[in-house]
């Protein structure tokens, strides 16, 4: 299993500004993903961070709007850019111990609840 | 864009009853999770199927996969309060390799009242 720290829990922030989103994990991994979900919903892939390389990104998503940091292998930050209250949604940050996708399990942080203003 | 629709989408009960969860799809899928989520948390895996046909016992929780690999199912069995929470399904497609497109289900939120 996996221990993954995420901060800020929850944040209000007014438009236009942005917000950096950490996740910390307490062993080595190779792969993080970070997820967006509105409350009660599905959860939306919005890239894939791997350490050593540029963050691959979903269709809908784009660095811009969304820079990703994977300085090394127990840690990630996400970006939230140029808030608008579309942006508002709970972002969650996710670990692979096994690229196999037969046995893979995912560990989840608990999330960052933002509301933009 | 491949889809996995859950129904139902909301479901409340009362405790001790047994509900069904049930997890569709078009596409085929290497494998299928199941994870729960509490408010303020982050999903937690309860379980993965492989094969089809393959069903798994957690308990009072009971995971079948579709024969075809399209479909899934999770019973829950003399429901409890601790129950509560977004019940998610997700496949994977693929065998192998750094890929990354674990498709989430659309999410089913059970409450189950004491």
């Known amino acids: 299993s996996a221990v993954i720290s995420q901060k800020p829990s929850r944040d209000i922030c007014q438009r236009g500004t942005s917000l950096t989103i950490q996740c910390q994990v307490d062993s080595q991994v190779t792969m993080m993903f970070w997820y967006r979900q509105q409350p009660g919903q599905s959860l939306t892939l919005i890239a894939t961070?791997?350490?050593?390389?540029?963050?691959?990104?979903e269709s809908g998503f784009v660095i811009d709007k969304f820079p990703i940091s994977r300085p090394n292998l127990t840690f990630s930050t996400l970006t939230v850019s140029n808030m608008s209250p579309e942006d508002s949604s709970i972002y969650l940050c996710s670990v692979s111990f096994f690229p196999d996708r037969v046995n893979e399990k995912l560990f989840f942080g608990s999330g960052t609840q933002l509301s933009v203003l | 864009t491949q889809l996995l629709e859950q129904s139902p989408q909301f479901l409340s009960i009362q405790e001790g009853e047994n509900l069904t969860v049930y997890c569709n799809s078009s596409s085929v899928f290497s494998s299928l999770q199941w994870y729960r989520q509490e408010p303020g948390e982050g999903p937690v895996l309860l379980v993965t199927v492989v094969t089809g046909g393959e069903v798994k016992k957690l308990k009072r929780l009971t995971f079948q996969f579709g024969d075809a690999r399209k479909d899934s199912s999770l019973h829950i069995t003399a429901a409890q309060p601790g129950d509560t929470g977004l019940y998610l399904c997700?496949?994977?497609?693929?065998?192998?390799?750094?890929?990354?497109?674990?498709?989430f289900g659309t999410g089913t939120l059970l409450a189950v009242q004491p």
């Open positions: 961070a791997n350490q050593g390389s540029e963050a691959t990104y």
């Open positions: 997700a496949g994977a497609q693929g065998y192998g390799g750094a890929t990354n497109k674990l498709i």
